[in-house]
């Protein structure tokens, strides 16, 4: 995984789900984790496991990494600073 995908991108989903099936053992638990396939710029997926799993689908072949997706904050306080926009607006 990694490069984007090349053809159909319908087979990529089920690349992507094929490979939680064999990592997670159920097809419905597979189903359940998968939460987003990227499709179009890379190849990869998005899916809620265990560390367990993680660390099986980390071990696999076909896999070129497995990270977390945290949480981010946004610092947008100075967002009407940076564009040039005032902060009080009249109606």
């Known amino acids: 995984m990694g490069d984007s ?22 097809n419905s638990r597979a189903s359940e984790s998968l939460m987003y396939s990227y499709k179009r710029s890379f190849n ?4 809620k496991l265990t560390v367990e799993e993680k660390n099986r689908i980390a071990n696999m072949d076909a ?3 497995v990270f977390p997706n945290g949480r981010k904050e946004l610092h947008t306080t100075r967002s ?8 009080q607006v009249t109606r």
């Open 5 to 26: 995908p090349k053809g159909d991108l319908s087979t990529t989903s089920s690349m992507h789900t094929s490979i939680l099936q064999e990592a997670l053992g159920s």
């Open 63 to 65: 896999v070129v990494s």
């Open 80 to 87: 009407w600073d940076f564009i040039g926009l005032p902060q």
């Open 44 to 47: 990869g997926f998005v899916a």
